[in-house]
């Protein structure tokens, strides 16, 4: 049965920070609170790359035109904003950002 509630766990490279549920329709960055991490934001609106951590595990859906504060490079290194994406599923984050 898939009754497992989807969770992001957050690690600053392999230390464990905390776990939280997703929420629906609740950016990365809000449920990283939830599990009392905290990530720097500024814009809020995926501009300025500031609530840039790195995707270790899970999917989280990009929209099909990359905001502003990702590229193609970062993406493929992991690279997530957590201001403005949503997770699909349980993820593992790294709040070191890549590159
Ligand atoms: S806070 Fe600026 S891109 Fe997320």
Redesign the pocket.
Same mark, same amino acid.
């Given at each position: 049965m898939a009754d497992e509630t989807p969770v992001i766990r957050f690690f600053r490279g392999s230390r464990p920070l905390g776990t939280a549920r997703i929420v629906p329709d609740t950016p990365i960055v809000e449920i990283a609170e939830l599990a009392g991490v905290e990530i720097p =934001?500024? +814009?809020?609106?995926?501009?300025?790359?500031?609530?840039l951590v790195r995707l270790v595990r899970g999917r989280v859906d990009l929209p099909e035109e990359l905001?502003p504060?990702l590229d193609d490079d970062v993406v493929a290194e992991g690279g997530i904003? =957590?201001? +403005?994406l949503y997770p699909t599923g349980s993820c593992d984050i790294d709040v070191i950002p890549p590159l």
């Open positions: =934001t500024n +814009c809020t609106a995926g501009n300025c790359g500031t609530c905001p504060g904003l =957590t201001c +403005c």
